[in-house]
């Protein structure tokens, strides 16, 4: 069983149109993040729920919305893609948001290749 | 702010040799530090967690040390294969977040 899923895989869309990437976590996990990749290859926190609570809020633009309906779901929403949104968007998952611990392991999808044409 | 730092950024060796990876960090003031493995079109494989109170661990090939003090920290992997190619991220986590560098890709020839 996958831990971490993420959908679609790979997205393709023209500039200015809305697109929403799905994630799924199965391991009963309470905090859940979004995280870019560049193509220079650095990932970079954008967002991080606990329990439904948005609890991180990096710089990103307003057009990016983090949406959890539950805690083992975190849904990343973009309005009005722009071509320097093209990236690889990351879900993770950790137990808790308690820093120090053990269970601050953070478990990663496969990650969704974004495409603005 | 964080800025994480990963030396060699490549590294090309034949199988069975031990390697060294190195990543530094400017802010000490970590919880910890997690290593990563990124396969190709893949997401990361969480590799050894370390905390801010521990000098190392080790989890088979692999062992990893910190030195939070110096804002450093090493991979070292005992004969290495060529499985073990792959990029290689580290990332200490302060406050709620990690901070990522760059990685080292690592190529083990056969």
């Known amino acids: 069983d996958t831990a971490v899923s993420q959908t679609p895989k790979y997205l393709v869309t023209q500039m200015g149109n809305d697109k929403s990437i799905k994630c799924e976590q199965n391991l009963g996990h309470d905090t859940m993040y979004w995280y870019k990749q560049d193509s220079k290859k650095f990932l970079k926190i954008m967002f991080s729920y606990n329990n439904k609570e948005l609890i991180i809020n990096e710089t990103v633009p307003n057009r990016f919305s983090p949406k959890s309906p539950d805690k083992a779901h975190l849904n990343l929403h973009i309005n009005s893609l722009e071509l320097g949104d093209s990236a690889v968007y990351f879900c993770?998952?950790?137990?808790?948001?308690?820093?120090?611990?053990?269970?601050?392991?953070?478990?990663f999808g496969p990650g969704t290749r974004l495409t603005v044409l | 702010k964080q800025e994480v730092t990963q030396i060699p950024a490549a590294l090309s060796v034949p199988e069975g040799e031990n390697l060294v990876l190195n990543c530094s960090f400017t802010d000490s003031a970590i919880y910890n530090l997690q290593w990563f493995r990124q396969d190709p079109g893949k997401g990361l494989t969480s590799l050894l967690l370390i905390q801010s109170s521990q000098r190392e661990q080790t989890s088979g090939r692999l062992n990893a040390s910190l030195d939070k003090s110096s804002g450093r920290s090493t991979l070292y992997i005992a004969a290495s294969q060529p499985g073990d190619s792959a990029t290689y991220l580290c990332a200490p986590r302060g406050g709620n977040k990690l901070v990522f560098g760059a990685g080292t890709i690592l190529r083990v020839k056969s």
């Open positions: 993770a998952s950790s137990q808790d948001r308690s820093a120090g611990g053990s269970t601050d392991t953070q478990y």
